[in-house]
T-cell receptor
Framework: DSGVTQTPKHLITATGQRVTLRCSPR?????VYWYQQSLDQGLQFLIQ???????AKGNILERFSAQQFPDLHSELNLSSLELGDSALYFC???????????FGAGTRLSVL | GDSVTQMEGPVTLSEEAFLTINCTYT??????LFWYVQYPGEGLQLLLK?????DKGSNKGFEATYRKETTSFHLEKGSVQVSDSAVYFCALSGSSNTGKLIFGQGTTLQVKP
């Protein structure tokens, strides 16, 4: 058990809908990262937060947004969903940027 | 930009065989290098890491050496077990202090009894 908790485990929704994925980092970790794993794109970095502030951005679509709350949990919001957004979304946390990242078990999103 | 290239899979081996999974990288500066493993239905787990040239990371019988001259970080294990069947990802973290990971495409390893 990595100590990183992601909910829900599975999410099935329809095109055009909006969903929220939640991540609770390991106790004491200030940095949260979001990654997308899909068959065609592999594992890609989406966005990083550190202590509530956005620190780095990857290939994150404008339809996607994230935030980190004062209690350090993070949410990834995906809107106007398309079939191609179906993927595994992982959250990882670390003490600070540049340290070892610990991954959650992921949320599997299926857009029908 | 920074990138990681892994050998294509799947790799199928018999138990107790020698394993090599090749990984090369392109990066500016001095990245840290990692191998992560993903067992079926689970998240990624850090297997080993190396933070500077000539460092050797090792864990659970797996080893990888950071070779700056060949920009490589090949994963090796002398004798694989059925329980090693998983997807293995090579990754780098660049010189910036963000720590974001750039992953290779992953290599599926299947070990048969």
């Amino acid at each position: 058990d990595s100590g990183v908790t992601q909910t829900p485990k599975h999410l099935i929704t329809a095109t055009g809908q909006r969903v929220t994925l939640r991540c609770s980092p390991r106790s004491g970790d200030l940095s949260v990262y979001w990654y997308q794993q899909s068959l065609d794109q592999g594992l890609q970095f989406l966005i990083q937060y550190y202590n509530g502030e956005e620190r780095a951005k990857g290939n994150i679509l404008e339809r996607f947004s994230a935030q980190q709350f004062p209690d350090l949990h993070s949410e990834l919001n995906l809107s106007s969903l398309e079939l191609g957004d179906s993927a595994l979304y992982f959250c990882a946390s670390s003490v600070a940027g540049g340290n070892i990242q610990y991954f959650g078990a992921g949320t599997r999103l299926s857009v029908l | 930009g920074d990138s990681v290239t892994q050998m294509e899979g799947p790799v199928t081996l018999s138990e107790e065989a020698f394993l090599t999974i090749n990984c090369t990288y392109t990066a500016t500066g001095y990245p840290s290098l990692f191998w992560y493993v993903q067992y079926p239905g689970e998240g990624l787990q850090l297997l080993l890491k190396a933070t500077k040239a000539d460092d050797k990371g090792s864990n659970k019988g797996f080893e990888a050496t950071y070779r700056k001259e060949t920009t490589s970080f090949h994963l090796e294990k002398g004798s694989v077990q059925v329980s090693d069947s998983a997807v293995y990802f090579c990754a780098l973290s660049g010189s910036s202090n963000t720590g974001k990971l750039i992953f290779g495409q992953g290599t599926t390893l299947q070990v048969k009894p």
